[in-house]
């Protein structure tokens, strides 16, 4: 069978592509009826591909194997569905970080779907706080004294990364008298396929950077304390929006202090802070039946 006119790299869904390829295939040869397909596949159920690319069943790797050769996919093509496979049902953050980290590989993806800089900004801690500081003070081109401004200090080498990876997400820019500074006040996750990976990077990397904060910094200098609670679901839920509503109060008040501060007021005291909160279970719930006895 020649090879379909779909590009299997255009895509991080693959149901989306499944969807598309099998409607394709049937536009060429009525042949092609999702009969034949279960019958491909070796299955009765009329039911199930309505289900796969509904996202209520998923797909095994004899099945994607199948997938390939109906397909007419080449090996590599056929490698990266079984990526876009496992990315979709990994069950857990580092597997999704692993199958992400693999589609990164693959050359043929146009970089505005799988979004490199965005995967990087994400990855390292020095580069949200390289946006930061130039809220405080702009770079003018010296990135020896950027990076000795950073707490751990970084090389300069990674704060000239830091700026090329801002710059090309548009979340600096360059002015005419050549500083650069932020264009946006505060970056949020975007919604897309590969927010989960890029939040759990984020997250990590903020974790690892905090491990050594007790030790590093001075006591005044910062705020860490941990406290363990017994909460019902309710309860757990209540403290749950308390903290979303802590972080919206901490992002505006830096806001309003970028604003208050931008022009160089006197008085400008302003550091790059980091801040986790952290709030998670460290037993298993209780059935209704354990509750009662």
Known sequence: MDHLPLR???????????KDALQALKDRDAKFSQRWVLQRLGLRSSGWLADLLAGRRKLSR??????????????????????????????TLPEKNR?????????????????????????????????EYLLIEP?????????????PAITPEQAQHALEVLERLGMVKRY?????????????KQSQFSAPVHYYRYIKAQ??????????????????????????????????????????????????????????????????YQSVLQLFPVSMSRTAKEARS
């Open 8 to 18: 299997i790299f255009d895509y991080t869904d693959y149901r989306a592509f499944l």
């Open 62 to 91: 004899p099945q994607a194997s199948v997938f390939g050769q109906i397909l007419a996919m080449t090996a590599r093509e056929e490698l990266y569905f079984q990526t876009l496979v496992d990315y979709d049902q990994a069950k």
């Open 99 to 131: 199958c992400y980290e693999k589609l990164l590989t693959f050359h043929e993806i146009p970089k505005d779907l799988v979004d490199p800089d965005r995967f990087e900004y994400f990855s390292h801690w020095w580069i949200p706080a390289v946006r």
């Open 139 to 151: 770079f003018r081109g010296d990135a020896e004294r950027l990076a000795k401004r950073l707490r």
């Open 176 to 188: 005419a008298s050549g500083e650069l500074r932020p264009s946006v006040e505060h970056v949020k």
């Open 207 to 272: 974790i690892e950077l905090g491990m050594g904060a007790m030790e590093l910094i001075p006591k005044e200098e910062r705020d860490i304390s941990a406290v363990t609670l017994t909460l019902s679901e309710e309860g757990f839920a209540t403290l749950r929006e308390e903290l979303k509503e802590l972080r919206r109060r901490m992002v505006k008040l830096s806001e309003d202090e970028n604003r208050k501060f931008w022009q160089g007021v006197d008085g400008d005291s302003r550091r790059v």
